[in-house]
T-cell receptor
Framework: DTEVTQTPKHLVMGMTNKKSLKCEQH?????MYWYKQKAKKPPELMFV???????INESVPSRFSPECPNSSLLNLHLHALQPEDSALYLC?????????????FGPGTRLTVT | GIQVEQSPPDLILQEGANSTLRCNFS?????LQWFHQNPWGQLINLFY???GTKQNGRLSATTVATERYSLLYISSSQTTDSGVYFC???????????FGTGTRLQVFP
């Protein structure tokens, strides 16, 4: 089973709201990732967690706050977002960190900021 | 940073036709994956192929790492093959996966 799940599927939030995106995998993978995909563009890496520790932050604004409470869960906390943050947010996982293993993606959360 | 270019950007085919998609990258990599993104946004893993050749049904892929390119072959295309095809590469000693520009494929009956 190579399933990564994400909730919610869709989210509409105002610029003053606080919300969270959730990602879960039960494959025993120890690397987890957040990507952002704008319309008609390729996904872009935001964060990487290796063994539950943040290892890469691609200069993402602080209004995006990642959290990895355990090896199966990855959250992305959202606060004071801008309309240009509207995008598809994708979570992924791979067996171990280091870039030598396949990444598997969840179905994504489609976020609209009004 | 590493650049990943895919060609062609758009491809329109009739059902049953064959096609070849290309991915060029600008530096050595230790990870290369091909994905199909369906209209709902789901990225479906097609191949993990940092080097060599693999086949899976109507699809096959070849990566020539020394020449920094990979090819995805689709034979006897079906309407369900429509969507965007991405290659993504991982530079050495990093967990990063950098996506190419994508090829948008439309298959008509």
């Amino acid at each position: 089973d190579t399933e990564v799940t994400q909730t919610p599927k869709h989210l509409v939030m105002g610029m003053t709201n606080k919300k969270s995106l959730k990602c879960e995998q039960h494959m025993g993978h120890r690397a987890m990732y957040w990507y952002k995909q704008k319309a008609k563009k390729p996904p872009e890496l935001m964060f990487v967690y290796s063994y539950e520790k943040l290892s890469i932050n691609e200069s993402v604004p602080s209004r995006f706050s990642p959290e990895c409470p355990n090896s199966s869960l990855l959250n992305l906390h959202l606060h004071a977002l801008q309309p240009e943050d509207s995008a598809l947010y994708l979570c992924a996982s791979s067996q171990v960190p280091g870039g030598l293993y396949e990444q598997y993606f969840g179905p994504g959360t489609r976020l609209t900021v009004t | 940073g590493i650049q990943v270019e895919q060609s062609p950007p758009d491809l329109i085919l009739q059902e049953g036709a064959n096609s070849t998609l290309r991915c060029n990258f600008s530096d050595s990599v230790n990870n290369l994956q091909w994905f199909h993104q369906n209209p709902w946004g789901q990225l479906i893993n097609l191949f993990y192929i940092p080097s060599g050749t693999k086949q899976n049904g109507r699809l096959s892929a070849t990566t020539v790492a020394t020449e920094r390119y990979s090819l995805l072959y689709i034979s006897s295309s079906q309407t369900t093959d429509s969507g965007v095809y991405f290659c993504a590469v991982g530079p050495y000693n990093t967990d990063k996966l950098i996506f190419g520009t994508g090829t948008r494929l439309q298959v008509f009956p």
